[in-house]
C-alpha cells in the first residue's frame, strides 16, 4: 500500500477503529460509578441532591447501552457520525448529571474530560473541535447555574468564588491540552505503524527480487549442461539420423536429458532454489546492485572503493540481504533525486568497520528538519525557504525512515549532515556541498562467516527449506 493510500485510509476510516462494544463497555463502568457516588452521598454523607432526577439521567444511558446492544453486533465499529454522536450523548449526560450534583462543586467535574479525551484519537479533527467547544460551553454553564449540594444540616457546600473561578479555567485548558496530547500522541502511532507496515512491504518485495535473482541464476546453472547436451545432438540428429538408423541410441539421450531438464524444474518448484553463490558477495558488489536502477537516470554516479590506512585491501565478503540493497538503494534515489549533476557513493573498510558514505551536490538537507530526518512523514518545514532549497522534500519522509529502519535492522548506524556545514569532501577533494548520509557497521556483524570459495557451496537447496 502507497504512503498516500495509508494517508486516505487514516483520513477516511480513522472513526471505524473502534468497537461499539468497547465504548458500551466504559459506559457500563461510568454507571456504576455514577450510581455508587450517588448513593454513597446520599446514604453515608447525608447530602441532599435530586435523586429522582439523577436517577432518571443514569436510567437514560442504561437504556441507550441496553438499545445499542440489542441493535448491533457485538463487532459493530463505528462510524464518524454514531461515533460523535455517541460521545456527544455521554457529554451531555455527564453534564445533566453535574447540573443536578451542584456543578463544579461536584470533585468528579473532572470526568467531563474523558469524552474529548477519547474524540481526539478516534474522531476527525473538526469533530474533535466540535465536541471541545461543545464541553467548553457546557462546562461554562453548569458552573454558572446549577443545582446546589446541601449538607444534612442545611449548609449549601460550594468552593469559595476564587477556588470555583480556578477549577472552571483549569478544566477549560485540561480540555484543550488533553485533546491536543492524546491527537498528537495517536497520530504519531498511527504514522509510526503504517510506516513499519511500509517497511515489512518494501522488505518483502525486496526478498521476492533476490529469491527471482536465485531462480534465474540457480536455472542457468543448472540446465546448461543438459540444454548444450540436447543442443549439440540435436544438431548431430539433423545432419545424420536419416541416413544412419545406428544414431538411434543418440535419440534415446535426448530423451534422457529432457527427462532431466523435467526434473530439475521440478525440483526448483513455485519459490525455486537459492543459489548459495548469491548469498555472499564483496562489498562493492552489493553496492553497485543497490545504485544499479538510478546509475543512468541524467546524473552521474560515481564510486570510490578503497580500505581506510592500515586496513587490509582484500573488499570485505559481506551477507547480501534484501534489506541492506533495499536500504541503500533508497539513500541513492534520494540523492540522485535531489543533486544537481552528481552523486558520490563511497565504500570504505577498516579492521573493526565498513563504511558507506552517500553524499550529492544539491543543497543539502533544510536545517529546519534534519534532526528529524529518518521519522515517517517528515513534511513541516520551520523556514519558508526550505522549499526551495531541497524542492520536493516533503514527500521523502517514508523512504528515508524505510531505509533507515533495514538498515538499522541489518546492524548499522546511520548520521545525517550537510557536507558545506560539516567541512566534508567528496573523494576527489572537491567540496561537494549537499546532503551526506553516513551508513557504518561493526565489521563482524556484516562480514560472512565464510569467505567465498573457502569451502565447497554444494547443491543449491530449494529456498522452502532454508534454515
Known sequence: MAPSEFQLFNEQERSNWVRLRTLVALRWFAIIGQTIAILVAVRVYNIQIEVGMAA???????????????????????????????????????GLLLFLTGGLNNPFAMLILAPVTIAATVLHLRNTIFLGLMTICLVTVISRTHLPL??????????????????????????????????????????????????????????KLTDLGGVVAAAAHELGTPLATIKLVSSELKEELENHPELLEDAELIRQQADRCRDILQS??????????????????????????????????????????GAGLTQPIIRRRPEII????????????????????????????????????????????????????????????????????????????????????????????????????????QATGGAVVEVIWPRNVLQASEPLGSTPLGKNQPIATWP
Open 150 to 207: 446541601i449538607s444534612a444540616d442545611g449548609n449549601v457546600l460550594s468552593l469559595p468564588n476564587l477556588f470555583e473561578f480556578g477549577f472552571w479555567v483549569a478544566l477549560l485548558i485540561s480540555v484543550v491540552f488533553l485533546a491536543l496530547y492524546a491527537r498528537q500522541v495517536t497520530t504519531e502511532m498511527h504514522a509510526m505503524g503504517e510506516a513499519l507496515v511500509a517497511t515489512q512491504l518494501a522488505l518483502a518485495r525486496e526478498q
Open 56 to 94: 432518571l439521567v443514569i436510567t437514560l444511558s442504561v437504556m441507550a447501552n441496553i438499545i445499542s446492544s440489542y441493535t448491533y453486533p457485538e463487532n459493530k465499529r463505528l462510524s464518524e457520525v454514531q461515533a460523535t454522536l455517541w460521545l456527544v450523548f455521554d457529554i451531555v449526560q455527564l
Open 268 to 309: 526448483m518448484g513455485q519459490a525455486g532454489k537459492d543459489d548459495l553463490h548469491l548469498r555472499q558477495a564483496p562489498v562493492e558488489t552489493v553496492v553497485r546492485e543497490a545504485a544499479d536502477p538510478h546509475i543512468n537516470r541524467g546524473k552521474a554516479v560515481l564510486f570510490y572503493i578503497a580500505p581506510e590506512e
Open 326 to 429: 533495499h536500504g541503500l538503494r533508497n539513500l541513492i534515489q534520494n540523492a540522485v533525486d535531489f543533486s544537481r549533476s552528481a552523486v558520490w557513493v563511497e565504500v570504505n573498510w577498516t579492521d573493526d568497520q565498513i563504511v558507506v558514505r552517500i553524499s550529492d551536490d544539491g543543497d543539502g538537507f533544510p536545517q529546519s528538519v534534519i534532526g528529524r530526518i529518518g521519522d515517517p512523514y517528515v513534511r513541516r518545514r520551520r523556514l519558508l525557504e526550505d522549499g526551495a532549497r531541497r524542492p520536493g522534500y516533503e514527500g521523502m519522509g517514508l523512504g528515508l525512515f524505510i531505509a533507515k529502519t533495514l538498515l538499522e535492522r541489518s546492524g548499522a548506524k546511520l548520521t545525517f549532515t550537510n557536507s558545506r556545514r560539516h567541512g566534508h569532501a567528496s573523494w576527489n577533494g
